[in-house]
T-cell receptor, first 109, second 115 residues
Framework: GQNIDQPTEMTATEGAIVQINCTYQ??????LFWYQQHAGEAPTFLSY??LDGLEEKGRFSSFLSRSKGYSYLLLKELQMKDSASYLC??????????WGAGTKLIIKP | DAMVIQNPRYQVTQFGKPVTLSCSQT?????MYWYQQKSSQAPKLLFH???????NEADTPDNFQSRRPNTSFCFLDIRSPGLGDAAMYLC??????????????FGPGTRLTVT
């Protein structure tokens, strides 16, 4: 089978740094996506990694290791508006997007 | 601004009463998707269109149908909604040029309530 594993929930403090991990087992790999989803809203695209390494975009960075089937999303200088679910999704060899259930991130003042 | 639009944002229907959800896009993307998402779960792909080619997921119930009359519009028809069909329905698009453009852009969603 194909599956994406990520923690169900994480808590962090405003101004701090948090790392959300994602491990995957899929039939082939054509890239990994991170999406942000606020409660009751649609997912919004954050990042796409297809090669190993770290991609930085402002306060958000995403890392990929294909050999380990592992990615993380790093959020720096956390703000209250970062409270949301973060979904990891992998594009497999058939170009199907396999979704994780998401990590609910709670930011405390 | 180029975007994905869904109407209505909230839809209430009665058990067994057909309902149609609509989606339009100004991104001129090749691919359009319909997802069902229930609380705290991953989005579940129902169908997607690559241009006019329709792709039905194997586990999508026959109760769900879709139409894409042109590049810009796509519809989701639920023929006989059950209580278990209450969910957020998300429309998404991607450019999918064959060598890139795989990221999906979502509309705001339609929250369906079945009474």
């Amino acid at each position: 089978g194909q599956n994406i594993d990520q923690p169900t929930e994480m808590t962090a403090t405003e101004g701090a740094i948090v790392q959300i991990n994602c491990t995957y087992q899929t039939s082939g790999f054509n890239g990994l996506f991170w999406y942000q989803q606020h409660a009751g809203e649609a997912p919004t695209f954050l990042s796409y990694n297809v090669l190993d390494g770290l991609e930085e975009k402002g306060r958000f960075s995403s890392f990929l290791s294909r050999s380990k089937g592992y990615s993380y999303l790093l959020l720096k200088e956390l703000q209250m508006k970062d409270s949301a679910s973060y979904l990891c999704a992998v594009l497999n060899s058939n170009y199907q997007l396999i979704w994780g259930a998401g990590t609910k991130l709670i930011i405390k003042p | 601004d180029a975007m994905v639009i869904q109407n209505p944002r909230y839809q209430v229907t009665q058990f067994g009463k057909p309902v149609t959800l609509s989606c339009s896009q100004t991104l001129n993307h090749n691919v359009m998707y319909w997802y069902q998402q229930k609380s705290s779960q991953a989005p579940k792909l129902l169908f997607h269109y690559y241009d006019k080619d329709f792709n039905n997921e194997a586990d999508t119930p026959d109760n769900f149908q879709s139409r894409r009359p042109n590049t810009s519009f796509c519809f989701l028809d639920i023929r006989s909604p059950g209580l278990g069909d209450a969910a957020m329905y998300l429309c998404a698009t991607s450019a999918d040029t064959g060598t890139g453009g795989y990221e999906q852009y979502f509309g705001p969603g339609t929250r369906l309530t079945v009474t």
